[in-house]
């Protein structure tokens, strides 16, 4: 009985997200309207407010999705790509920056991640499914390139790892973040998007790696993402989420 109704629980919430995503992709973030989600989710405003306290819990949840979807099932499924471990770092280190180039994702969903009011106001338990899930990503890509050092590709400490993680996420940001912004969007996409891999493949240098890293393949880092794209889609994001909440990882 009790595993019948969490399971109606995730039910009604992904229903809701579901709809949410909709108004979100139509009108962006200030066309999300709680009694008007309550409606296209035909459920009662008190059901509504039940899973979700306020609009930022639900573009909170929105943002849930797609760092679960595209974070860290992506970024698994680029770990497991044929291919060398450069290729498939950079692959990793360019993936947000890649789906805003291919207008795949064009609502600013990853602009959720900048915008402070939101994480001010958004309950507690729905930031720490956030935080974990980015935490999973970070130790996810942080063991990829442990791999790599077991292997003897790279000669770097600890830090030095965890330094150029953060500089290629800083990097990965700030393109986002101004792709998504329609003042800049243009004048960012004018660029070839060969000169942002550059970007990281230099970030990259600071791995010491045992051949030089400028000489990967962009094709190849390309066609990896590309191939993880076409595989994407068949992932349930709101599972993985579940899957971490049940196991008490969060």
């Known amino acids: 009985m009790a595993?019948?109704?969490i399971e109606n629980h995730y039910q009604r919430e992904k229903i809701i997200l579901d709809q949410a995503e909709v108004m979100f992709e139509k009108g962006g973030i200030y066309s999300i309207s709680m009694p008007e989600l309550s409606k296209l989710a035909s459920c009662s405003t008190n059901t509504m407010y039940s899973h979700f306290k306020c609009r930022e819990?639900?573009?909170?949840?929105?943002?849930?999705?797609?760092?679960?979807?595209?974070?860290?099932?992506?970024?698994?499924?680029i770990s497991q790509s044929p291919?060398?471990?450069?290729?498939?770092?950079?692959?990793?280190?360019?993936?947000?920056?890649?789906l805003l180039?291919?207008?795949?994702?064009?609502?600013?969903?990853?602009?959720?991640?900048?915008?402070?009011?939101i994480w001010n106001i958004s309950s507690p338990e729905r930031v720490l499914i956030s935080r974990t899930l980015l935490e999973l990503?970070?130790?996810?890509?942080?063991?990829?390139?442990?791999?790599?050092r077991n292997f003897g590709l790279i000669n770097v400490s600890d830090p030095v790892i965890h330094k150029v993680l953060r500089r290629c996420f800083i990097l990965?940001?700030?393109?986002?973040?101004?792709?998504?912004?329609?003042?800049?969007?243009?004048?960012?996409?004018?660029?070839?998007?060969?000169?942002y891999i550059e970007?990281?493949?230099?970030?990259?240098?600071?791995?010491?790696?045992?051949?030089?890293?400028?000489?990967?393949?962009?094709?190849?880092?390309?066609?990896?993402i590309e191939s993880v794209i076409l595989d994407i889609n068949a992932i349930d994001p709101d599972k993985i989420i579940q899957q971490l909440q049940n196991s008490g990882k969060w």
């Open 137 to 148: 990503t970070a130790t996810e890509n942080f063991n990829f390139t442990n791999v790599a």
């Open 199 to 224: 970007q990281i493949k230099n970030e990259m240098k600071k791995l010491n790696w045992n051949f030089d890293v400028m000489t990967t393949s962009t094709e190849e880092i390309l066609k990896i």
């Open 101 to 117: 180039t291919k207008e795949i994702e064009v609502c600013g969903i990853q602009f959720i991640m900048d915008l402070p009011i």
């Open 83 to 98: 291919g060398g471990f450069a290729e498939r770092f950079a692959a990793k280190m360019i993936l947000g920056p890649y």
């Open 172 to 195: 990965e940001r700030g393109f986002c973040n101004l792709a998504n912004n329609k003042i800049f969007r243009e004048h960012i996409l004018e660029e070839p998007f060969s000169d």
């Open 3 to 5: 595993s019948s109704r």
């Open 57 to 77: 819990d639900i573009l909170v949840g929105i943002f849930n999705r797609y760092c679960a979807k595209w974070f860290v099932m992506a970024g698994r499924l």
